[in-house]
């Protein structure tokens, strides 16, 4: 039976529920931005009422100094009222806040024990991966193992092969020395040596030293006769 997409490929269903989670907050924060809305309206609310309780104030007292009494008790009931509504915006507003808070603070902690799930199975999913590339290895190598022996044949032909060449080397060696001529070896060495002893005893004699026995002499040896008299032998 073949696995199932999600079991073959873990990395596209984590995307998926990234996916999802994301789709999720942006709805709640659409309910948290309209909740938030709602504070601003009663903030503005309390605020404009608030300055017309104060100017409604100021007119019943005008008016009870002016002796309008009518009209001060018209604008008292008014104030009255007023003051009603801002009680109440006030007790709406204070709960309005409190749900905001408290939905707010939710969104956050779900955020981070999403984002903190996500990274532990991405740690389970490299583990995962590390455990699944070295059981291929070890499978690969099962299926390939081999010994020494098994290379039986290619290592002969190998042999086989080293041994030809080995052959023909040598025998080319063989010819090239057989073709050699010993006898113009053997005097073109004693040339080399006659002019390395004959290159020696000059030095030797250029610095007034005696060649040792055997050294060729370097040139004419003049015999003394007498005084001023030489001979040459």
């Given at each position: 039976?073949?696995p ?13 529920a ?6 999720r ?34 007119r019943?007292?005008?008016?009870h ?12 009931r ?16 204070k709960?309005t ?9 939710q969104a956050q902690v ?6 903190d799930?996500?990274?532990?199975m991405?740690?389970q999913?490299?583990?995962?991966k ?7 290895a070890?499978?690969?190598l ?10 039986g ?8 092969v080293?041994d030809?060449?080995?052959?023909m ?10 073709m ?5 070896l053997?005097?073109k060495?004693g ?10 005893a ?12 055997g ?6 040896k003049?015999k ?10």
């Amino acid at each position: 039976m073949l696995p199932i997409l999600e079991d073959r490929n873990p990395e596209a269903l984590m995307e998926s529920a990234r996916q999802e989670f994301r789709d999720r907050m942006a709805q709640y924060n659409s309910a948290l931005a309209r909740l938030a809305g709602v504070a601003e309206k009663l903030k503005n609310q309390i605020k404009g009422k608030t300055q017309k309780a104060d100017d409604l104030q100021k007119r019943i007292l005008a008016n009870h100094r002016a002796g309008n009494l009518e009209l001060a008790g018209s604008l008292a009931r008014e104030l009255q009222d007023l003051k009603n509504d801002l009680e109440t915006d006030t007790h709406e507003l204070k709960d309005t806040e409190e749900a905001y808070q408290v939905n707010l603070r939710q969104a956050q902690v779900v955020q981070k024990e999403f984002e903190d799930k996500v990274r532990r199975m991405e740690r389970q999913l490299s583990q995962v991966k590390i455990k699944e590339a070295q059981a291929e290895a070890a499978g690969a190598l099962g299926n390939v193992a081999f010994k020494v022996g098994d290379l039986g044949d290619t290592m002969k032909r190998v042999e086989e092969v080293l041994d030809k060449r080995y052959e023909m080397s040598a025998g080319k060696a063989r010819v090239a020395k057989d073709m050699v001529d010993m006898d113009k070896l053997h005097e073109k060495e004693g040339e080399r040596k006659a002019l390395e002893s004959q290159a020696l005893a000059d030095f030797l004699s250029s610095q007034g030293i005696a060649p040792p026995a055997g050294t060729p002499e370097t040139g004419p040896k003049s015999k003394e006769i007498g005084p001023g008299q030489q001979v040459t032998q």
